[in-house]
């Protein structure tokens, strides 16, 4: 089992950067895919980043270009560089994890409880 916190969100203004992090704790961190998702109010969750084992990533349409996911197995840490920041990326940022690779699916087992993420225009 794996337990995840989210840390970095904030508000910012359009155009602007954040970078988050999700810290793992538990047992075989190294074997879980990990992925972003977001959660605007009033919407569904959406995939937003995912990456596999080999470091291939996988990433919505709608930040193509303007994030970046990695992870750092040796701090157990997974993170979301997100630049260019628009106000429609405001929401609730989530990081999870399975044994299986679900990639931008929401089927991951694993969720942590979400850092939130305001962009003001």
């Known amino acids: 089992q794996v337990q995840l916190m989210e840390s970095g969100g904030g508000s910012v203004q359009a155009g602007g950067s954040l970078r988050l992090s999700c810290a793992a704790s538990g047992y075989g961190y190294s074997n879980y895919y990990m992925a972003w998702f977001r959660q605007a109010p009033g919407k569904e969750r959406e995939g937003v980043a995912a990456i596999d084992s080999d470091g291939s990533t996988s990433y919505a349409d709608s930040v193509k270009g303007r994030f970046t996911i990695s992870q750092d197995n040796a701090k157990n840490t997974l993170y979301l560089q997100m630049n260019s920041l628009k106000p429609e990326d405001t929401a609730m940022y989530y990081c999870?994890?399975?044994?299986?690779?679900?990639?931008?699916?929401?089927?991951?087992?694993?969720w942590g409880q979400g850092t939130q993420v305001t962009v003001s225009s």
């Open positions: 999870a994890a399975d044994l299986i690779n679900w990639w931008l699916l929401a089927k991951y087992v694993y």
